[in-house]
């Protein structure tokens, strides 16, 4: 409850940050739509070249890509900042947090937004909407993805916590943060393109075949509902155990710190 | 008793060289087996060179730090596994950090702190009224923090650090790279906050000594001084007086003056004066050599490193 | 010439000291790499053999290019907020060569520990039968496509002297790049009005130029490719020269 007050103190804050708005703001909005709508395209094109993928029309694809970028599109504009933990703690920045009443994850992530990523935000939600509609999926379908997006961005923040956490116990030397964006390229697309080992992989170690592939298979094509709880307790249950690796890492910070 | 420790030691392994494979260490001793304890309403200076220690004693009080060895109780507690508890009753202003939101005014980042120490908003106003009085600080709280100098950033983390009104307040460093006049009005501000516990770190031992009653002194991790302000004060530090005189020259100074010394820039110096000498040395060289700058000053830190023992400064 | 050379050297320096930093680099390039591969070893499946290793192999050129190639609007957008731009105006070069030459020390560097790797794959992908003329034509147009680029980004840094950041304008470049110079997807896919549209832009000439020569290598099409990419060249330098010297008069330098 506490912590709820607080997160909307926090958006209130960051919202206001968000304000100060320039010519940037308006290029960055353009240019991520622009994106958006050219991977669509260049997706477009490869359905040029052959009618089907692994047996997914162009429609079904687009709606792996667009579950993806809603997912990572909620981690962007709200657990963006747990790409810069490593920054806080080189800069010291850290101290100043640790000494707070508060979690210092909770106070990490939320202490920066990106108000550059709402267009993406918007962007994958009309394409979800429109694909849906393409495939002629119930209204409710659409509503269980955005239900799910919500969870499977916690996948992203798991491996964007946990790529900081090997780049600052390596001191550096594996600056694995930005990995998350690659993490988010190879789950755009169905885990059917990928080999065998990847596909397990991608199931069981780095959980991304979760933010899209699998809640398409089950619950717009199969319409296995029991999914709706079983795919969120995966991230869920991903989220928290990269959260204990992250307390290893602060006692770990505590005892070897200067 | 607010904070306690028991031979507290701190070591950490610094990289001081890394190749492609393997990375050569050394081990710094960073705090080495200081015992104290800090009583209520106590005003403690922590005074040290660079790298003396201060820091990572702070961050060892303030639960940021596991130590390596010995005991420290803040508030009567283990520091690091209750540090969230802790916290609510402490306030700390690092001089090099900031705890403020730099694209968004000051005022934000209390509001915000508000709501993380959960301060009940008639406290706040009370509280925020006040400290922007005592500081002066009506003019800018408003103004995002990155237009502010550096002088108004400090006033500003101040009254971030004491809205959720702390028992003990933790000032590392607050005062390093102010100018004169806002180092002055902060520490007059200090000197006005007499109810808390205090704990004032700095390289600058006048400046400490203003605020604090109590000084302790940090060197290569050691605690090797904690005295009374007052006591330390008799402590007779000598003084150098440097000077610029371009119509005399060495040899005619030389003469009268047989201590003189000249430095490589052409100005003169006479080290080494007696305290009570010199303000009689003062008047008799502004009196007798046509001086265009003239300067004393008194390493007192550097002096009282070298003449410590015992835990307080003795006269050689 | 001299200042030159140590200006260069420090580039590499600043390089290898970054090492660990491009190592990883080079991981996440695997990582999109590995998406590509498979997405189009699944596109083409049933074709032959060839194409698809035609399609990789392009992408895989194009990687390396995106690798190699400065990010010297960063490099100016930092200099403008931190004022350090002020301590280099100083300097009796001009900030785009003190820019360039520090960039080629760095792209050494970023080839030495990366690109050599991608290069490699690219050789595999090709089952190492590539011809020495081919080779010839990509370090070519590769060394020309850095210059454009190199003007192209010293153009939008100069962005940096209106607006607080750049990083808008940078997305916006990607997503300029992402479709008209054929970095991320084959130009040769394209349909075919896109594909007209983009051999007249300059971003086609900075990428995927190269990587259709590499796939077609012959003396006519070379030759083509090199005049256009020479033509723009000019053009930029002498655009970005006018758009910096006129930014630098204009605005006041933050911070400084």
Excluded at chain 1, 17 to 40: P, T
Excluded at chain 1, 60 to 66: I, K, R, V
């Amino acid at each position: 409850m506490r912590y709820l007050k607080l997160l909307l103190t926090y958006m209130k804050v960051n919202l206001k940050s968000l304000a100060i708005y320039d010519l940037d703001f308006y290029f960055a909005i353009a240019g991520m739509i622009i994106q958006n709508v050219l991977n669509i395209l260049a997706l477009r094109f490869i359905f040029n070249i052959v009618p089907q993928i692994k047996g997914y029309s162009f429609e079904q694809l687009l709606l792996t890509y667009a579950l993806a970028s809603l997912s990572f599109a909620i981690f962007k504009c709200f657990f963006i900042n747990a790409l810069n933990i490593s920054d806080y703690l080189h800069q010291g920045t850290f101290d100043a947090i640790l000494v707070k009443p508060v979690n210092p994850l909770f106070q990490l992530v939320n202490a920066r937004v990106d108000e550059d990523s709402w267009g993406d935000l918007l962007v994958a939600l009309i394409l979800l909407i429109i694909v849906d509609i393409q495939l002629q999926q119930p209204w409710y379908i659409t509503l269980m993805f955005m239900f799910i997006a919500l969870f499977t961005s916690l996948i992203f923040l798991g491996l964007a916590i946990l790529g900081n956490v090997v780049s600052l116990l390596s001191n550096g030397i594996a600056d694995l943060a930005e990995t998350t964006f690659d993490f988010f390229e190879m789950s755009k697309y169905p885990l059917a393109i990928y080999a065998q080992a990847l596909k397990i992989v991608l199931t069981f170690v780095l959980p991304l075949g979760w933010v899209a592939s699998i809640p398409q298979e089950k619950i717009a094509q199969k319409h296995e509902w029991f999914w709706l709880a079983i795919i969120p307790a995966v991230c869920v249950l991903f989220f928290l155990l990269v959260y204990q690796v992250w307390r290893l890492f602060l006692a770990k910070y505590q005892s070897t710190g200067s | 008793m607010i904070i306690k420790t028991e031979n507290l030691t701190k070591h950490y392994q610094k990289v001081t060289s890394s190749g492609l494979l393997h990375k050569k260490t050394k081990t710094v001793q960073a705090v080495q087996n200081v015992s104290l304890q800090v009583e209520q309403g106590q005003r403690v200076g922590l005074v040290g060179l660079n790298g003396s220690g201060k820091s990572t004693l702070i961050k060892l009080i303030l639960g940021i730090l596991q130590p390596s060895s010995g005991n420290v109780a803040t508030f009567g507690v283990e520091p690091i596994t209750h540090r969230q508890q802790n916290a609510r009753k402490i306030g700390v202003v690092f001089g090099q950090r900031s705890q403020l939101r730099w694209d968004l005014p000051a005022m934000d980042t209390f509001k915000l702190n508000r709501e993380i120490y959960q301060v009940a908003q008639s406290d706040f106003q009370a509280r925020l009224a006040k400290l922007t009085r005592m500081l002066a600080a009506e003019d800018f709280l408003t103004q995002p923090v990155r237009t502010l100098s550096l002088g108004q950033r400090m006033k500003a983390e101040f009254i971030a650090a004491l809205l959720h009104d702390p028992e003990l307040l933790i000032l590392d460093e607050p005062t390093i790279g102010l100018d004169t006049l806002s180092k002055n009005s902060i520490v007059q501000f200090l000197k006005s906050l007499t109810s808390k516990t205090i704990i004032f770190t700095s390289h600058d031992l006048d400046e400490v000594e203003q605020v604090c009653s109590r000084i302790m002194i940090m060197n290569q991790g050691h605690l090797v001084l904690d005295q009374n302000s007052s006591e330390l004060v008799k402590f007779a530090v000598p003084s150098t007086i440097t000077f610029t005189s371009k119509q005399v020259s060495y040899d005619e100074l030389k003469s009268s003056w047989p201590n003189v010394r000249q430095l490589v820039n052409g100005d003169f110096e006479i080290a080494k004066i007696k305290p009570e000498q010199v303000k009689d040395i003062l008047s008799k060289l502004t009196a007798t050599v046509p001086i265009e700058n003239i300067t004393v000053k008194n390493n007192r830190l550097e002096y009282l490193l070298a003449h410590i023992s015992g835990g307080k400064a003795h006269e050689i | 010439m001299k200042y030159r050379l140590t200006l260069t050297k420090m580039g590499l320096k600043k390089g290898l000291a970054s090492k660990y930093a491009l190592i990883f680099w080079l991981f996440s390039a695997l990582i999109s790499f590995a998406v590509q591969y498979f997405l189009w070893q699944a596109v083409l499946v049933g074709r032959p053999l060839a194409e698809f290793r035609q399609t990789i192999s392009y992408l895989v050129l194009m990687q390396l290019l995106t690798t190699v190639f400065p990010k010297v609007s960063y490099d100016l957008n930092d200099k403008v907020r931190t004022g350090d731009i002020a301590l280099d105006l100083l300097k009796p070069f001009s900030v785009e060569e003190q820019l360039f030459w520090e960039g080629v020390g760095y792209a050494v560097a970023k080839f030495a520990l990366i690109g050599i790797v991608e290069f490699i794959i690219y050789l595999w992908l090709l089952n190492f039968q590539v011809s020495l003329l081919t080779i010839l034509f990509i370090i070519v147009t590769a060394a020309l496509a850095y210059v454009l680029y190199f003007e192209l980004e010293l153009i939008l840094g100069t962005f940096s002297f209106y607006t607080y950041s750049i990083w808008g304008i940078s997305t916006f470049k990607e997503a300029v790049l992402l479709i008209l110079a054929g970095n991320i997807f084959p130009a040769n896919f394209y349909p075919v009005v896109l594909k007209a549209i983009a051999s007249y832009l300059p971003f086609e000439y900075s990428f995927g130029a190269v990587g259709l020569l590499a796939q077609a290598p012959t003396w006519q099409l070379f030759g083509q490719v090199i005049t256009i990419q020479l033509l723009y060249i000019l053009l930029f330098y002498y655009l970005s020269r006018l758009l910096l010297k006129h930014s630098i008069t204009v605005t006041v330098i933050q911070g400084g």
